[in-house]
T-cell receptor
């Protein structure tokens, strides 16, 4: 059974710092890994999707890496801003009897606070 | 752009009551999903559908039922509410992949359900 773990559970840093969020998974047989942002009382917003054949993806100040063999992914946030405060979830897409189904297994999230 | 729309946003149920959580999407996605998120935890997959008339169980299906009669709608029924079903419920959809490309999942805003 796939298990996804995120460390740390919470992180508070001053504005402007570069930071790294960690995600680990137990089964390397994945199709992709996604990083989501969740704001309080809101739904999830997809930030980055890394296919199993890729090593990293970048979007603006965000960079996500994937090391399937070690079961790890990191989300790097450069020059953090107060608007980055949110919970960040990673999720891996597992196997499904129906090809194309996004059966996601989520970590518990990292609650990030950026202090002005 | 409506995307994935869930109703209601909040609901309080008494133990033993039944209810249906509504989910509709206007992106013509074949794949739809129901997840639940307990406090401080990641999301867990309840049920998913790969098209009208085809559904399958996820990780935590007990106490729930689904059907998919149209591409747009994927309602989730709670058969007899229990306190353990107090959670935030998220509906999501994703498009059919083209070739080997992975696709993102799009999430609704969630339904916060309390069973008392």
């Amino acid at each position: 059974k796939q298990e996804v773990t995120q460390i740390p559970a919470a992180l508070s840093v001053p504005e402007g710092e570069n930071l790294v969020l960690n995600c680990s998974f137990t089964d390397s047989a994945i199709y992709n890994l996604q990083w989501f942002r969740q704001d309080p009382g809101k739904g999830l917003t997809s930030l980055l999707l890394i296919q199993s054949s890729q090593r990293e993806q970048t979007s603006g100040r965000l960079n996500a890496s994937l090391d399937k063999s070690s079961g790890r992914s990191t989300l790097y946030i450069a020059a953090s801003q107060p608007g980055d405060s949110a919970t960040y979830l990673c999720a891996v897409r597992g196997l499904s009897r129906y090809q194309g189904a996004q059966k996601l297994v989520f970590g518990q999230g990292t609650r990030l606070t950026i202090n002005p | 752009n409506a995307g994935v729309t869930q109703t209601p946003k909040f609901r309080i149920l008494k133990i033993g009551q039944s209810m249906t959580l509504q989910c509709t999407q206007d992106m013509n996605h074949n794949y739809m999903y129901w997840y639940r998120q307990d406090p401080g935890m990641g999301l867990k997959l309840i049920y998913y559908s790969v098209g009208a008339g085809i559904t399958d169980k996820g990780e935590v299906p007990n106490g729930y039922n689904v059907s998919r009669s149209t591409t747009e709608d994927f309602p989730l029924r709670l058969l007899s509410a229990a306190p353990s079903q107090t959670s935030v419920y998220f509906c999501a959809s994703s498009p059919t992949p083209r070739g080997t490309q992975n696709t993102e999942a799009f999430f609704g805003q969630g339904t916060r359900l309390t069973v008392v």
